[in-house]
């Protein structure tokens, strides 16, 4: 089990929100004396929350080190929050990025993106843990070119479990089938995926009412599409 550096906030300026959550907010923050950059996620330690960030810490642990996952650098328990000092990662997600550079994009680089979406991946189920919510919006691309699979709130160290978790158009179909009974979480992961390569390769789906989604994972036939079919150089 790694132990993580404990921080003091103090320390640290606020230089702007990154996101926001259920239960608590992202934060970039930067060390008054050193400079170093963070991403910080401030969470909220009634109800749920601790559990969550306990959780997340936990996660983190058994993850380690990975090139395309975020790292935890360090952690400050206070009474009201828990604070998470993570990797910053420059760059843009999945989504923003397919959207704004699609002309320029060829089969070569989705292959080069796919391929480090599964390292990441490989990486947590090596390491016991499922993800359960990969999705374009989860996946940054640094200026670099490199993948960082993140968000992990989700992920769960039981491989075979129920429930219903994840974003809906990237949910496996025994997921949304029946979100009662037992399924695999690795090949549900794998499966998100899957939807993830798609997208890549055919531009963001339209994502319709909850039940046109639903048809469209459940009742759709799947098919292997000929490498010349694909609306890329």
Known sequence: IIMFTTFNNAEYETIMELGRGAYGTVFLVVHSETRK??????L????????LAQKEINMFSKIGEHPNLISLKGIEITKNHTHLYMDYVRGEDLFDFFEEKRATIDLNM????????LCAVKHMHD?????????PENILITKNGTIKLIDYCMSSTERITGGFYG??????????ENPYKK??????????????LYEMIYG???????SSIIKFICASEISIPDVSSFPIN
């Open 37 to 42: 950059v963070y991403a910080m996620k401030k």
């Open 44 to 51: 909220k330690n009634r109800n749920e929350g601790f559990a």
């Open 110 to 117: 989705i292959i080069g993106y796919f391929k480090q979406l």
């Open 127 to 135: 390491n016991g843990i499922s993800h359960r919510d990969i999705k």
């Open 167 to 176: 974003t809906i158009e990237f949910m496996s179909p025994e997921i949304i």
């Open 183 to 196: 399924y695999d979480t690795y090949k549900a992961d794998v499966w998100a995926c899957g939807m993830v």
């Open 204 to 210: 963001m789906m339209e994502h319709g009412s909850r």
